[in-house]
């Protein structure tokens, strides 16, 4: 190959991450709503609102269930926690992806587990940070392999917006 077509190539690579990149100011504000979680793990439905103050709210519904005091789980706001947005390497992969790439996340603090009549649902686990490989104005995909502060394998949780 000659030197020009090289040159060319490497320009056009380093145009690429540099677009590639996300400010997390802009990311923030992509998720600042409602988001409705894709739920496999149990027959309800879960929605999480992200604040412009960065609180995180969690809102619960589960048919047929009901909380400690009786009253059925109708939409109901079963935690509140904070989150932060940044941009951090991108550490789900091989050890070259790792070293270039840079990936917007979110931190998660102050996540409860929520208990209820006969079960429980564990929020603290999402208390980590999260990778985020897709956010629009219509999907949310974020990932962790530290799950209840235990590093293992990947999870993911998906969202649309409400």
């Keep these: 190959m000659n030197i020009f077509f ?3 190539l490497l320009l056009f690579g380093l145009i690429l ?3 590639s990149c ?3 100011d802009k990311v923030q504000t992509q998720l600042i709503g409602t988001w409705e979680r894709v739920v496999f793990n149990h027959g309800g439905a879960e929605q999480w609102i992200f604040t412009a103050d960065n609180k995180l709210y969690v809102l619960l519904t589960l048919p047929g269930a009901t909380s400690l005091e009786g009253t059925s789980i109708s939409g109901d706001t079963v935690c509140v926690g904070d989150f932060t947005t940044e941009i951090v390497h991108y ?4 050890l070259l992806n ?3 790439f840079k990936v917007p996340a979110i931190t998660i ?5 929520f208990k209820y009549i006969g079960n429980n649902m564990d929020f603290t686990a999402y208390n980590t940070v ?3 490989h897709k956010v629009d104005s219509k999907v949310l995909i974020i990932t962790t392999d ?3 502060n235990i590093h293992g394998g990947l999870e993911q949780r998906e969202f649309y917006k409400k």
């Design 6 to 8: 090289k040159l060319r």
């Design 98 to 100: 790792k070293n270039i």
């Design 109 to 113: 603090s102050g996540f409860i587990n």
């Design 17 to 19: 991450i540099l677009f």
């Design 130 to 132: 999260w990778q985020i």
């Design 22 to 24: 996300q400010k997390a």
């Design 91 to 94: 550490n789900h992969g091989t």
């Design 146 to 148: 530290m799950y209840n």
